[in-house]
Structure formats: structure tokens, C-alpha cells
């Protein structure tokens, strides 16, 4: 059994002393690949492991095949989640305290240092190195950064810099989602889970009751027409608030929203909502209605207080309905919607429990979609009376505004938390440095660099577009956490996303700070500018090296990413690049994949399945991990890791080792089974080689570890068949070419392999095989003895017999089916259009009177694979019956230890086909009897 930690260490070292991964600019075309590097909070679990290895994969592929590969990696210290780990592990949170000690494993001695957040960062920052060196990552590790380090501080200091030239960042008032206890704004790293903070946009629309004013938040204004009563919550204490002269009934958690979104609320009393419950208020639109009780509104939703639209709202429906079953308060439709009658939503109600919240809440995303998108507003709505909801809601909100004074407040679109533990909120934030996303002309050059680049998977182009459309404003400072703070405002420190957009050109130049040619107060505006524009003189000795190794290997190749990236630091990697840099430096690809699973589940802490990633290293082996990583799902899904799963591609890569330690030299053998095993390798390399350079990694690793394991076992039988033993010459061909096809996704096991079989220098080193020949025509016969033998195995184990003398019958003629198979070929899948191309050629219709034996054809073709049709239109001389009578008798006397005699399907004697067999052979379906 092998050693997994051993033989890693001993090929990680044997790397290390090569420099193999060591990349400076040469002859050599570049490929630079790049990852979005970690944030230090934590160990990286099993679930990181996989853009990292994606990234790995695709870097060794490219290194093998003859380039020059930059594969660098730092670490991403900005921000406050660091902070806020700090002051829980202050506190002794149960929580934190215990994922650090017993999920994580940090000693009890490092976790008392955590109270300073630079120990944390340091501590997970060195442990996160090491977990990658231990999967065999292709680091150059000379390029090592974190963000806190001076040197990035300067240039980040230049990047923001550069932006504020380029008025692409301003000072004003701005949403954006805030922790109140860390007071700071929050991105997606500052949060649990990684959640972007999204807002949501309600209009509160004014109800009177005497000379108070009852405010509604909705997010759908236009449905003010059709309002029948309001919902107040009777276990909610509610309070009189002075909103400019007005007084506003409202929840305390709605009154501290209104204040941080700018409006100054002055509390003056409290009121029971049992004075409200019952009460007539005063709609805008004209009427009166009631305020009735309901226990899903909440207090910290809108203003506590909700408008009810039973029409066309399931929840107001089933409460309605619910207090009031005969209809006393009648609904008010105000919106037509194909697919439903006058009352939508009783009508998607029906059969739902009014108590089941989440088939109420299905509910409700169904029909307000398709109100949304296909409704028209009725008549009774109005001058937007036969107006379409998408075209009014706008118009209607902004007339409500005008008219009866509504306002509109910012709520999150659903519950995020800051890293610290405390629930944000939205702020407006006044005198706020933004970056302006919404800039057209910005957008507009996003949008070409984006068309010119290469998207993988391709089905995610469309979401770049989509986010570039809807970005607007986004904080680019806040006033605390790591960081480096804004050269003209030292008051805030730039944000954690803005600061890590091209940090990818920055590791080109940190070997010269690591390796000390260049000292971090030597890296001013002049020097960056020089480096990466091209502009002034060299300002340091080190410059121009700097420059050339720049314009070497820039621009990024390829940018790997986690798809819940793409919302932000993905887009804002293809933003940033365009207004900093020429077009011929903006990025040419950006892969994205999907997250990691376990048993089918998303890892956390609640699930208990979150696995270290060096603990699981010690237990499974590295290899083992990153083929189980990646063949278990493609790009964009979820990978769904099982550990038993990782446990047998271990055990499949130790026979794998022990078969290169058996193979030896010799000949490789030219007999019929060994060109086409030499074909099916051929083959095989060109399908993996253009598989890994389109990133479908689990589709080239399936066929390394599948694909090529049927081949060597086939041609293991076939072998046996003939009585011959595989060829030296032949077994080492396999294993070599299985090592180096391997060694990009099993490094360590590819290493193992190569030292086996005798071969000298690393596999890593060595050159990706090249594809020779294929002959089809090979090829396509063995499949059809293949098909062949699989008809007989199905007869023999449906039947029960023990086969004695196996008789087959060949179709003699393929004329109908070449016909049908052109016709196929051309486009045609049916049989109209099949009798109708024979009949319009005069060399085919003569074929008209054979309508069955046509249909048989179709439906044969239809189920055979596009390569099969392939093969068999170019393989034209083939000749069943013959390959038949040369290979069928040796594997079946072999495998079934009884005689075959083949014949035509014509004119065989009675005696020789005492079942009348021959008559339903077709081409390519030779018929069998078997005695």
C-alpha cells in the first residue's frame, strides 16, 4: 500500500530543488494563470480545493506543453472580518472558540494569540501555504505578497490613485450595506457565508388615520389600486415617530432603518397595536379601509406595517381569507395576466395550506413574476389603465411620490451578517468615496473587453453582461479594518474588493521587492507608472526589468474563480483592467467553476462536514483528493466529493504504480490488437489534449482514468484470444503515456510512475505526448466486433443456455443502409425525408420498394453515436463477414469454449440455418443462434 505522505514530500522536494515552477521571462511563449488568491481567517477545508486545483490542472497542462507558465499566489489581509475574529475570540464566542479548536485544530497556545488580528492572519496564512504545497501546487512561491505588505500598499495607493484621475471615483451619498457594530460598510468577504450584500428598493406609501400617518413599504407601488385593508401585527409594539411634520406610526426597527438612510425620525410615544386593529384610515387613492391583524408581518421588515392586496398577493389572500371567509371584504383585481381569471391569486391558492409558508411563498414568486412580466393593468388603474406592469411600475411610483408624498427606503434582500456576528443593514452614507460602476463609457469598455475575451464555461458570458448593466456606485473606503488608506483622504482605508481587482500584475513585480532589489519607499507614483504604462524614465535600477518582465507576461492568460465571484470581484477584474490599462493588456480568459459538496450537502459547521484540507491530505493523499475533486462534476456544477470515492481513485493509482514497476522494455508489437491499441491511445491523447485546453478537466480525466482503462482491458482480451502475451514494448507505451497524461491532475502518483518505469528527470518536465495517427477504419471494426460480442453475452445470459456452436449470420449487402446513412449525414432524421431523396435520385430509386428494411435502417443509424456514422461513411470497404470469420472464433472458443461458423445472408443451406436466422440479419446486425 503506499506511503501517500511520503512519496508527496519526496516529489515536492525533488520540485522544489529543480526550481521547476520557478518562472522568469525566456524564449518560451508565456501563459499566465492566475487564482483568486485566499482571505487568512481560517484553514482552507476540502471545499476550497477546488479552483486551486482547476488552476493547478490547467497550469502543469500548459508548462507540459512547451510554455512558460506564471503561476503565483499571496494572500488577501484587507478588510475587517480579521478584526471582528479578533474581538469574538476576546469575548470567548463559544462558536468561534469552538470551530478553531476542534474543527480547525489550532493549538490552545495560537488560539490566546488570536486577540491580535495580525496573529490570525499570519497563522492562517502560513497554514493555508503549506496545505497548498502539500496538494502539489505549481506555486511560484518567490511572488508571495499579502495586501498589508508596503510595497502593495503602494501600489494600491497608485491604482486608487489613478482611478480618482480618471474621475472614475467620487464623494457623495450612497446605500451601501453596513454592520452597525463594527460600524463599517460590508462586501462580500466581510460576511458569513460570503453573502454580497444586495438591497431591495421599497416605496412607502402614506395611509391616513387622523392626523397620524400610517406608512406602508411595498415593492410593488403599483398595486396601491388595489388595496382592500392593512396588516398590523398585534404582538408588536409600535411607536409615534415625528418624520418631518408628520406623525409616523411605525416600529422602533423600521425607525432606526429611516435614520440610517438619512431621515432624522424623533421619537414622541408609544401606541398599542390594539388602538390601531379595527381603525378606517384613509387611502391615497380615495376610500377608506380597514387595518386588520396578521401574524406574518414583522417588525423589522418595511415599516411593520403592510398593505394587503388579496387579488394578487397569496399571503394577504390566504389571511384575508382566513379572518374573513365570506367575502365580507371583497378583493380588488387591477391586473390581467394571461393564464389566470379575475382573481390570480385565489386562484394559484387553490390546494395550498394556507399555513405552509414556503408553498405560499412559491406561490408568490410565480405570480409576481408573471404579473411583472406579462400583466396589464385593468381598468379602475387610472391614466395607467391598459398599460403593461413593466412599462408603469416606474411611472406609477414616481406619481405617488409626486402626488401624495411617498418616500422609499432601502431594506436588504434578505438576512446578511457581518463576519463579526451582527445583522447588517443598509446605510446611506454621506461624504462616501465610491467608485462609479455606473459610468457608461466605463461599462462600455467592459462590455468589448468582455466580448473579446474567452468566457469559460461559455453559459456565463451572459451573467458578466448582466451585472455590468446594473452596477452603479459601490464604496470603494470605509474607516476601519486592514488596509491602506486613501492617498488624498487618509481618514478611510480602501476598501477590500476595490484593492484586489489587478493585484495579478503586482506579482510580476513582488520578486524584486522579495528578492530585495527594490525597496518598498522606492515604489512611488513614477515607478508605476514606467512599469505598467510605459510612461517617463526608469526611476530605479530595477525598473526596466520590471517593465520588460511586465510586458512579458501580461496580460493575464487565464483568471480562475469561485462563481460567487462573479457578481463582483470577477466583473470588477475586467472593469478595473480597462480603465487602467491598454486594450492590449486587458485579460483574455476568465474560468469559473462551481463549489464543492459533501454527500450531496454545502459544507458548514451546522452540517459537521467541513474537512480540513491537510487533514484530509494525512488520511486520503493528495492525488487521491484532486482526482476525486475533479472527475466528479464539470466546470459549472457543484462538485459533489464523496470520501469513499477518494479512497478508490487511491487505491486505483497504487496499481497503476505497481504496473510501471512491471513494465520493461522490448518491442512494441504490430499485430492487428496492437495498432489498434496504439490507434485507441492516439485517439485518446487528442481528445484529452483538446478537452484540457476548452477546461473540461472531468471529461479529460474520465477518459484517462475510464476511457483508457476499457482500451487496456479489451486489448488484454483480445490478447488472450489470440494466445499472445502483451507485447514489453507495448505495456510501457501505455504506462508512459498514462503518466504523462496523468501528471497534471495526480503529480505526485505521475512521478511514482515515471520513476518506475526507469525513465530519467521529472514527468512534470517532460513533454505532454503527442498524437499520432489514428487509423479509423482499425478502430471501427474491433467496436463492431465489440457490438458483436455484447449481442452474443445478452442472448447467452437472457436465454440460460451454455453455448456449444454459436452460428452468424453477415448481411451480404449495405446498399440500404449507405443510402439512409448519406441521407442522415445530410440532415435527414425521418422517413418522409428519407423516401423523399430516394426517390428524387435515379441511382437510389430502385431502393423505394424496400420501405421496411429503410425504416430498420433509420432507426438503427439514429441510435448509433455521431462517431460511429463517422466511421462507417468513410470506412467503405468494410467487410462484415470476413473480420467475422478472421476474429470472432478465437475470442468466443476463449471466452465461451464452444465453436462459430459465420455465413452470409444469403443462400444458406436449411441445414445451416435451421431457425431461418439469415433472412433478419441487417448491415451492422448480424443475426445469431446459438446451440
Known amino acids: 500500500m503506499t506511503e501517500w505522505r511520503g512519496m508527496e514530500e519526496r516529489w515536492q522536494r525533488a520540485w522544489n530543488e529543480a526550481r521547476l515552477f520557478e518562472s522568469d521571462p525566456d524564449s518560451r511563449p508565456k501563459k499566465t494563470i492566475t487564482v483568486a488568491y485566499p482571505y487568512p481567517n481560517s484553514p482552507q477545508h476540502l471545499g476550497h480545493g477546488r479552483t486551486y486545483t482547476l488552476a493547478d490542472i490547467n497550469a502543469r497542462f500548459w508548462r507540459m506543453r512547451g510554455y512558460n507558465v506564471l503561476f503565483p499566489m499571496g494572500f488577501h489581509y484587507t478588510g475587517t472580518p480579521i478584526l471582528g475574529m479578533a474581538r469574538r475570540v476576546a469575548g470567548g464566542d463559544p462558536d468561534i472558540m469552538d470551530g478553531l479548536l476542534n474543527i480547525y485544530g489550532v493549538p490552545p497556545d495560537a488560539v490566546r494569540e488570536f486577540v491580535e488580528p495580525l496573529k490570525i492572519a499570519d497563522y492562517f496564512s502560513a497554514e493555508i501555504e503549506m496545505g497548498m504545497k502539500e496538494m502539489g501546487y505549481s506555486i511560484d512561491w518567490r511572488r508571495r505578497f499579502t495586501t498589508i505588505h508596503p510595497a502593495y500598499q503602494r501600489f494600491v495607493e497608485w491604482q486608487i490613485e489613478s482611478l480618482r484621475r480618471r474621475r472614475l471615483i467620487r464623494r457623495g451619498s450612497h446605500p451601501v450595506g453596513w454592520c452597525p457594530q463594527d460600524g463599517n460598510p460590508v462586501s462580500q468577504h466581510d460576511t458569513l ?249 466605463w461599462k462600455a469598455s467592459a462590455r468589448r473587453c468582455l466580448d473579446g475575451m474567452e468566457v469559460l464555461p461559455p453559459e456565463i458570458r451572459g451573467e458578466f453582461h448582466n451585472i455590468i448593466g446594473w452596477l452603479r456606485e459601490r464604496a470603494c473606503a470605509r474607516q476601519r479594518g486592514l488596509g491602506t488608506r486613501l492617498p488624498w483622504d487618509p481618514d478611510w482605508i480602501v476598501e477590500s474588493l476595490t484593492d484586489s481587482t489587478i493585484y495579478t500584475a503586482f506579482y510580476i513585480i513582488m520578486k524584486y521587492v522579495n528578492a530585495e532589489a527594490i525597496r518598498p519607499d522606492a515604489m512611488d507614483w513614477d515607478l508605476f507608472e514606467y512599469v505598467f504604462l510605459g510612461r517617463g524614465e526608469p526611476p530605479h535600477p530595477a525598473a526596466q526589468k520590471m517593465r520588460q518582465e511586465f510586458l512579458y507576461y501580461y496580460p493575464v492568460d487565464t483568471r480562475h474563480s469561485g462563481r460567487d465571484l462573479v457578481p463582483n470581484h470577477l466583473t470588477f477584474f475586467v472593469m478595473n483592467h480597462t480603465a487602467l490599462f491598454p486594450e492590449r493588456h486587458w485579460p483574455r480568459q476568465i474560468v469559473v467553476n462551481g463549489s464543492v459538496l459533501m454527500d450531496g450537502k454545502k459544507m458548514s459547521k451546522s452540517m459537521g462536514n467541513i474537512i480540513p484540507l491537510r487533514g484530509a491530505i494525512l488520511r486520503y493523499g493528495a492525488d487521491p483528493i484532486r482526482l476525486g475533486i475533479t472527475i466528479s462534476a464539470e466546470l459549472l456544477q457543484d462538485a459533489d466529493v464523496n470520501l469513499e470515492s477518494v479512497s478508490g481513485m487511491g487505491a486505483r493509482l497504487e496499481r497503476m504504480i505497481r504496473e510501471c514497476g512491471e513494465a520493461e522494455p522490448g518491442e512494441a508489437g504490430g499485430e492487428w490488437e496492437d495498432m489498434w491499441m496504439r490507434s485507441r491511445m492516439h485517439g485518446t491523447i487528442r481528445t484529452v489534449t483538446a478537452n484540457m485546453e476548452r477546461m473540461r478537466m472531468r471529461e479529460a480525466l474520465h477518459d484517462i482514468m475510464h476511457g483508457m482503462e476499457r482500451d487496456i482491458q479489451w486489448y488484454a482480451r483480445r490478447l488472450v484470444a489470440r494466445g499472445r502475451a502483451m507485447p514489453p514494448g507495448m505495456r510501457r507505451l501505455i504506462c508512459d503515456t498514462r503518466a504523462r497524461l496523468l501528471s497534471p491532475f495526480a503529480p505526485h502518483a505521475a512521478e511514482e510512475m515515471w520513476h518506475a518505469l526507469g525513465n530519467d528527470g521529472l514527468v512534470a518536465s517532460s513533454e505532454w505526448p503527442e498524437a499520432g495517427d489514428v487509423d479509423h477504419s482499425i478502430i471501427h471494426d474491433e467496436d463492431y466486433l465489440a457490438s458483436v460480442l455484447r449481442d452474443i453475452s445478452h442472448i447467452v445470459r437472457v436465454s440460460g443456455i451454455i453455448p456449444k456452436h454459436i452460428r452468424v449470420y453477415a448481411a451480404e449487402s449495405r446498399k440500404i443502409y449507405d443510402t439512409v446513412l448519406e441521407c442522415v449525414a445530410g440532415g435527414a432524421a425521418d422517413m418522409r425525408s428519407i423516401m423523399g431523396i430516394i426517390s428524387g435520385d435515379d441511382s437510389k430509386r430502385h431502393l423505394r420498394v424496400y420501405p421496411k428494411e429503410i425504416a430498420a435502417c433509420l432507426k438503427d443509424i439514429l441510435s448509433e453515436s455521431v462517431t460511429t456514422r463517422e466511421a462507417r461513411l468513410r470506412h467503405v470497404t468494410f467487410d462484415e463477414r470476413k473480420l467475422l470469420e478472421v476474429h470472432l472464433p478465437d475470442v468466443v472458443r476463449t471466452e465461451y469454449d464452444c465453436t462459430v461458423t459465420v455465413y452470409g445472408s444469403e443462400g444458406v443451406p436449411e441445414s445451416e440455418d435451421p431457425k431461418g436466422k439469415a433472412r433478419l440479419a441487417r448491415a451492422y446486425h448480424p443475426a445469431i443462434y446459438i446451440e
Open 193 to 441: 457565508g460570503d453573502v454580497e450584500p444586495e438591497f431591495a428598493e421599497y416605496t412607502i406609501v402614506k395611509f391616513g388615520w387622523g392626523r397620524h400617518i400610517l406608512p406602508a413599504a411595498t415593492l410593488r407601488p403599483e398595486t396601491i389600486f388595489g388595496v382592500t385593508n392593512l396588516w398590523v401585527n398585534p404582538d408588536i409594539r409600535y411607536g409615534i415617530w415625528r418624520v418631518g411634520r408628520e406623525r409616523w406610526i411605525m416600529t422602533e426597527e423600521c425607525a432606526q432603518k429611516l435614520a440610517h438612510q438619512g431621515w432624522r425620525p424623533v421619537h414622541i410615544g408609544a401606541i398599542p397595536a390594539s388602538e390601531i386593529l379595527g381603525a378606517a384610515i384613509q387611502s391615497p387613492v380615495g376610500g377608506h379601509i380597514p387595518v386588520l391583524p396578521a401574524g406574518f408581518v414583522r417588525p423589522d421588515t418595511g415599516t411593520g406595517i403592510v398593505m394587503s392586496v388579496p387579488a394578487h398577493a397569496p399571503f394577504d389572500h390566504a389571511a384575508l381569507r382566513a379572518i374573513d371567509p365570506d367575502g365580507a371584504i371583497p378583493s380588488r383585481p387591477i391586473i390581467t395576466v394571461s393564464g389566470y381569471g379575475d382573481d390570480p391569486a385565489a386562484q394559484i391558492c387553490e390546494g395550498l395550506d394556507p399555513s405552509d409558508e414556503a408553498a405560499l411563498e412559491r406561490a408568490t414568486e410565480t405570480l409576481y413574476s408573471k404579473e411583472f412580466h406579462t400583466g396589464v393593468m385593468r381598468e379602475g388603474c387610472g391614466p395607467y389603465s391598459g398599460r403593461k406592469v413593466s412599462e408603469c411600475k416606474d411611472d406609477i411610483r414616481a406619481w405617488l411620490a409626486h402626488r401624495f408624498g411617498s418616500k422609499t427606503i432601502m431594506e436588504m434582500a434578505g438576512e446578511v451578517r457581518c463576519r463579526c456576528g451582527a445583522k447588517c443593514i443598509v446605510k446611506m452614507l454621506e461624504k462616501q468615496w465610491f467608485l462609479d460602476y455606473g459610468d457608461e463609457s
